[in-house]
């Protein structure tokens, strides 16, 4: 198998919520619909220590990744997954209605992040976030003749998952395809 990949679009990606807050255990993952974008950037702050009129040792304060999600559609259990809050379902089909409700108190929780595309040798491409958090902004828009855009956007810390301890992301490549287990 080659080590190089051609990465080629998005084909989907899974949320997955952890059910401690300390984020040690994750639930099931869910199906962020009809993704559009994931990226993302590593990102670290330095220090440099300074003396005799030149710089003497950089020194890093720990990796992170700013990253942003983007999706056509909601998921009202995806949403929730990034957002926190509580979501209900009442009546029975077809007059079932579920709503998704946010209070001020809700805090957002940390999730799991993975994204695939497919590759150029028919194998795919995973990238994986442990612990990401929408720290900054988590939008959606409806607008006139437009569909429903959900997007987010935040940051990513390493691991507190068992076997995967400090681990900050993944890249998977996969010589034949394996899809997200949802």
């Known amino acids: 198998m080659a080590e190089e990949a051609l990465p080629y679009g998005l084909r989907e990606v899974g949320l997955t919520p952890y059910t401690t807050p300390a ?100 194998g795919d491409f995973h990238g994986i976030l442990y612990k990401a958090r929408a720290s900054d902004s988590l939008s959606g828009e409806m607008a006139d003749g437009t569909f429903w855009l959900t997007s987010a956007s935040g940051s990513a810390l390493p691991s507190t998952l068992t076997g995967e301890i400090d681990t900050l992301y993944d890249f998977i490549l996969n010589e034949t395809a394996t899809p997200i287990a949802f």
Do not use: C, H
């Not at 209605?97 to 929780?109: C, E, H, L, S, W």
């Open 23 to 122: 984020a040690t255990t994750l639930g099931a993952a869910r199906k962020f619909p009809v993704a559009r974008t994931m990226s993302f950037e590593e990102a670290e702050d330095f220090e440099e220590l300074r003396g005799d009129d030149k710089v003497v040792a950089i020194r890093g304060k720990g990796a992170s990744v700013d990253w942003e999600l983007e999706n056509g559609g909601l998921s009202l259990p995806s949403y929730k997954t990034m957002a926190g809050g509580t979501l209900t379902t009442t009546g029975v089909s077809p007059n079932t209605v579920t709503t998704f409700k946010k209070k001020v108190t809700d805090q957002r929780p940390y999730f799991k992040s993975e994204g695939r595309s497919i590759n150029d040798d028919g």
